[in-house]
């Protein structure tokens, strides 16, 4: 008998893994299945996933990081930043008084192409991630954000960009609004349908 419960606790023990590995991410935020209240009369009211969370300091920063808000970054942050320094030993080489401006110029514009990215979005993502909770309601064809007149929804027909990095889903939508839900607080045991909404009611961004 010991054996048999034994062998129930191993197999109960081996189901719970495989599901924490669906989304290893979790931290144990809970979701809970909700109906659809907007729903007309004759079409029958569609299951949702609640969400609530608060997002962090540093998962604003990736969100920031991956807006176009910066076009110098990354691959062309580099080639700017070999650029100014070729221009930079070049001048240097000439031993002229003239080329000390265009020496110092070229410095600064290194600088400037990574500290000032760099500053504006620490800056931007501390006013962001001001602790409020975020709460939301996904649907197969939509996503129903906050309450009351500051509600606002997503639809998911297609029209949006889907983003995942870091273990984070971003959402962009076609005014260039942009709305982040982190890996972390979606039930490992819905993780695969949640994540099948996302991907089926959006198209991945252009490479």
């Known amino acids: 008998m010991k054996d048999i419960d034994d062998n129930i606790r191993d197999s109960m023990d081996e189901e719970d ?5 669906d989304n290893p991410e979790w931290d ?22 609640k969400i609530s969370y608060v997002m962090t300091r540093k998962e604003m920063v990736e969100c920031l990081y991956h807006t176009d808000m910066y076009k110098t970054k990354g691959a062309r942050a580099i080639f700017a930043s070999v650029v100014f320094g070729i221009s930079f030993f070049v001048m240097m080489l000439q031993r002229q008084p003239s080329s000390m401006f265009f020496c110092i110029f070229c410095l600064v514009m290194i600088v400037m192409v990574w500290l000032v990215p760099y500053l504006h979005i620490q800056s931007l993502a501390k006013v962001m991630a001001n602790g409020k909770a975020i709460v939301a309601e996904v649907y197969p064809d939509h996503i129903d954000i906050g309450s009351g007149s500051g509600a606002w929804s997503i639809e998911l027909d297609g029209s949006c960009v889907l983003m995942e990095f870091d273990n984070i889903f971003m959402i962009c939508l ?3 609004r942009n709305f982040a839900i982190p890996e972390r607080v979606i039930e490992p045991e819905i993780y695969n349908e949640f994540k099948a909404i996302l991907i089926a009611g959006t198209k991945p961004k252009e490479k």
Do not use: Q
């Not at 893994?17 to 590995?21: T, Y």
């Not at 144990?28 to 996933?49: H, N």
């Open 28 to 49: 144990g935020s809970e979701s809970e299945l909700v109906a659809d209240d907007d729903a007309e009369s004759y079409e029958i009211p569609e299951t949702g996933i």
């Open 174 to 176: 076609p005014d260039g």
């Open 17 to 21: 893994d495989s599901i924490h590995k």
